[in-house]
């Protein structure tokens, strides 16, 4: 799940779209410009099932009539860019902040297109974005993972929710929501995970992690170790020693997200239509 956006072409505004397979006098606009017919699904199957693979294949040369179509991020990714140009300073970025979505649906008009496009630029090259509190490995330093504020650092959720995992900046923690309150039970700035055992139903594993600096130990059910990888021949790795720090954060680590929206920006510009969020 995550966050997509769309622009639609122009062949149907300036009328060289092929001849749609229903009457012209049905087909309808919704908010953003996407073609549809203007009868009820029920009792004209038949009709919307010819008139949306027109839509999709047959048209004009843009596959469902589409000028351009992204994906932007996941939510997690997505979140964090947003907290990322919250730390650059909205005051910088009012198109940005006016349009980006919170949720999907809505969309971005296409005379804001420009400003936000010289928005983007001014936070890949020039934003300060200063440091961000990230989960890495102990012994190698590498990113696992980084605190997102709007899901309050939690990036995992085992046993039917009822373990939740995140980094925030005071560590590494893990809650039971099971319990009522919900607790935490462990929190870490340097700590080591090992894996002890099996969970009592076998589906998980029962991992102890210690802290660096106190030698407090816990031990969790989690469906696996933190960050374990493999999953092909042989056993699966996974880092026996993490740490939280707060590292140098720059807009450039995100080039991907605006590569995605420069793309319908670029779109919305030359179509004169809107970047809607899907």
Known sequence: MGLDAFVSCRCWQDGVAAPPPVPRDLITRDGVLQLCLSVPYEGNEDLHRDFEDWVLRRACGHENMEQAS?????????????AALEAAGWDHLPTLRAYLPQ???????????????????WFTSDADLGTHTCLLDGDTGE???????????????D????????????????????????????????????????????????????????????TVPLSSPIFESGGGPGPARYPRRL??????????????????????LHAAVETGNPVSWC
Do not use: H, M
């Open 159 to 218: 046993g039917g929710q009822d373990k939740g995992v995140g980094v925030d900046p005071s560590g590494l923690f893990v809650l039971d929501t099971s319990a009522e309150p919900p607790r935490e039970v462990f929190r870490s700035l340097r700590c080591s995970q090992e894996v002890i055992g099996v969970t009592p139903d076998g589906a998980g594993r029962l991992v102890r992690l210690t802290d660096a600096g106190t030698s407090r130990s816990v």
């Open 103 to 121: 949720c999907n649906g809505g969309s971005l008009p296409a005379e804001a297109a420009p400003r936000a496009l010289a928005e983007l630029e």
């Open 243 to 264: 740490r939280v720090a707060a590292v140098p954060w720059t807009g450039l680590e995100f080039a991907g997200i605006v590569a995605a929206l420069g793309e319908v």
């Open 143 to 157: 990113r696992l993972d980084s605190y997102v504020p709007a899901y309050e650092g939690v990036f995992r959720w």
């Open 70 to 82: 992204v994906r932007v991020a996941n939510w997690a990714g997505y979140r964090l860019f947003q």
